[in-house]
Each structure stands twice: as C-alpha cells, then as structure tokens.
C-alpha cells in the first residue's frame, strides 16, 4: 500500500531533550515536505526536500533541522525542544514536477507532539 | 507569493443539507487548486484539484468545486451531506511555474447535526 508512515505519532517530551519524528514514503517520491498544525493557523510548512541531499526552508523553519540522505526517509530534528514547538506534524510527499505547483501530496497520519 | 482565504472557521449543517465551504485564493496567474479533508485524528485526503479545463471538477466522496477566475474563488460544493462528512476542510493553491509548495487556507470545521 502506497503511504507515508510517521513515527512516534505521540510523543510527550520535556524542554530541552532532543528528538527526532521519522517519516517514510513508500512510493519513490523526490518531493517530501514537513507541515506544523495549530489551531486556528491552519498548516504552516517547515522544510522540504526536493530530491535526496536538497532541502530548504519552508515558512517556520527555526527551531528545527532536517535531513535527506535516502530518498525514501525525511527526519524532522528537534535539537532543544521548546513549549511552543508542541503541535500536530505532518510529514507528506510528492512526485510534482520539478518547478510545479502542480504538487498533489501524499500525507502521514500525524506526530502529536507535547513538549513540557 | 500566493495565498488562501477560508473566511468560514466553522459550518454547522444538517444531515442532507446542501453545503458549501468558501476559498478565495490571492495569485497573480491561474494557480493550481486543491481541496484536502482531514477526519478527527487523520492526516489530510485529497478531495480533488483543479489543473486546467473544466472549471468544475468532481472529487471523491460526492464532492465537487468551481474554479472562477473572476472571483479568485474555487468553492466546494455537496448536494448533500452525510454525518461523516464531519472534519475539517482545507483549501491550499499552488503556483505555476514555481516552486512545489502548497500553501494552505486556516481551514472550516464541518459540523454535521442529524
């Protein structure tokens, strides 16, 4: 079955810790991106990646590190968790066509994260 | 850059009323259109999407929305709604000719009454 597989899905940590949410996709996708989900703010992306070794910036990118050294897995990196950082993540992929908007994603069931 | 208007946080319906969630979207050509569901505890499903054509485009699950290029609106649309149809909707638009990204309405939280 095509998907994209999250893990942890809930996690409660505490300041500080460091921590790691994987994300799989399973369908040789070159584009995969992370979301954050907060009420009332609807999804605020994170970083992308558009192909293995290429990653950038999304719209709220401080506080957090990502990497893409397989095409088929996109850790999200919480170096020094922080009470704000507590939100619903998303990770997604893509087979867009590079340069296109055109960019039908395929989601992951979510990570809740809580940080204390 | 563009961006995505939901004016409405949340629509309370009736089961078997006529629904319609609002999306305005700010771009300065004709972007890519998309409508997404997310149940309670689920990740985001595509409804459908809008790429060029027939300004009216049929999605899964019964729905249906109109691309109007005079109105900067792409409004989903359902006859008639069923007590699952109960989630949150988001509309996001994508740019032509640029980079991958989606950007993302706030979204409308459906309530379904029976």
């Known amino acids: 079955e095509a998907q994209v597989t999250q893990n942890p899905r809930y996690l409660i940590t505490v300041t500080g810790k460091k921590l790691t949410v994987t994300c799989s996709q399973n369908m040789n996708h070159e584009y995969m991106s992370w979301y954050r989900q907060d009420p009332g703010l609807g999804l605020r992306q994170i970083y992308y990646s558009m192909n293995v070794e290429v990653t950038d910036k999304g719209d709220v990118p401080e506080g957090y590190k990502v990497s893409r050294k397989e095409k088929r897995n996109f850790p999200l990196i919480l170096e020094s968790p922080s009470p704000n950082q507590t939100s619903l993540y998303f990770c997604?992929?893509?087979?867009?066509?590079?340069?296109?908007?055109?960019?039908?994603?395929?989601f992951g069931a979510g990570s809740r994260l809580t940080v204390l | 850059a563009q961006s995505v208007t939901q004016p409405d946080i949340h629509i309370t319906v009736s089961e078997g009323a006529s629904l319609e969630l609002r999306c305005n979207y700010s771009?300065?050509?004709?972007?890519?259109l998309f409508w997404y569901v997310q149940s309670p505890g689920q990740g985001l499903q595509l409804l459908l999407k809008?790429?060029?054509?027939?300004?009216l485009v049929q999605g899964i699950k019964g729905f249906e929305a109109e691309f109007k290029r005079s109105q900067s609106s792409f409004n989903l649309r359902k006859p008639s709604v069923h007590w699952s149809d109960a989630a949150e909707y988001f509309c996001?638009?994508?740019?032509?000719?640029?980079?991958?990204?989606?950007?993302f309405g706030k979204g409308t939280k459906l309530t379904v009454n029976p």
């Open positions: 809008y790429f060029s054509g027939d300004t």
């Open positions: 997604a992929s893509s087979s867009s066509v590079e340069g296109s908007g055109a960019n039908v994603l395929t």
């Open positions: 771009y300065g050509a004709t972007p890519y």
């Open positions: 996001a638009v994508g740019a032509r000719g640029g980079s991958e990204k989606l950007v």
